[in-house]
């Protein structure tokens, strides 16, 4: 079975702090993302990585960093949390493949909390 | 523009009944993947179904069948004999190529199933 495994359920910050989310996976998977989810928006895709120490933004990286030092850690760093990033974040994993279904693989999701 | 449109916030269905979840979908690639998640109200996404743009056939996994119409851009979910455990909300996603690894989800649909 396909674990994905992300640090905390339910985490509660202030504003200006510094948050790191991380997020392990024990599939051996290349692939690695994070989403965040907002009511009426879906997931939007922040960050993601294909190999250790590669990354690429996704459609929101604004406010957002991310670091890739193992295969299977990837984690999310809000430098300065702010309010307007409350939100629940997903991590997720996947084999690459090109045309093949290779279904990402979600972690339990991190519900943050920004005051 | 929205690549994913899910145009049903939320839905009611009987138990034993089936439900159809409707998701259309934007892409110029004539090469591409559909994917349908589960999101219980534990948070973490069940990946439930996948239909390749050239696949010939609906996709089918037990009570899960996709009614895939490409000319009319739409992948909808049908839910058949519906469970109390199916109430989750339900997310549609696309992944084109050449952006191999990234997936576009729509807003989502709550389904609520009635005993």
């Known amino acids: 079975d396909v674990k994905v495994t992300q640090s905390s359920r339910y985490l509660v910050k202030r504003t200006g702090e510094k948050v790191f989310l991380e997020c392990v996976q024990d599939?051996?998977?290349?692939?690695m993302f994070w989403y965040r989810q907002d009511p009426g928006l879906g997931l939007r895709l922040i960050y993601f990585?294909?190999?250790?120490?590669?990354?690429e933004k996704g459609d929101i990286p604004e406010g957002y960093s991310v670091s890739r030092e193992k295969k299977e850690r990837f984690s999310l760093i809000l430098e300065s949390a702010s309010t307007n990033q409350t939100s629940m974040y997903l991590c997720?994993?996947?084999?690459?493949?090109?045309?093949?279904?290779?279904?990402?693989?979600f972690g339990p999701g991190t519900r943050l909390t920004v005051l | 523009a929205q690549k994913i449109t899910q145009t049903q916030p939320g839905m009611f269905v009987q138990e034993k009944e089936a439900v159809t979840l409707d998701c259309t979908y934007d892409?110029?690639?004539?090469?591409?993947?559909l994917f349908w998640y589960k999101q219980p109200s534990s948070g973490e996404m069940i990946f439930l179904i996948y239909?390749?743009?050239?696949?010939?056939q609906n996709a089918t996994e037990g009570r899960y069948s996709l009614n895939f119409q490409k000319a009319r851009k739409s992948a909808n979910l049908v839910i058949s004999a519906s469970q109390l455990g199916d109430s989750a909300m339900y997310f549609c996603?696309?992944?084109?190529?050449?952006?191999?690894?990234?997936?576009?989800f729509g807003a989502g649909t709550t389904v609520t199933v009635r005993a």
């Open positions: 239909q390749g743009s050239y696949d010939q």
């Open positions: 990585s294909y190999d250790v120490k590669m990354k």
């Open positions: 599939m051996d998977h290349e692939n």
């Open positions: 996603a696309m992944r084109e190529t050449p952006n191999d690894y990234k997936l576009s």
């Open positions: 997720a994993s996947s084999t690459p493949g090109q045309g093949a279904r290779n279904e990402q693989f």
């Open positions: 892409t110029s690639d004539p090469s591409y993947g």
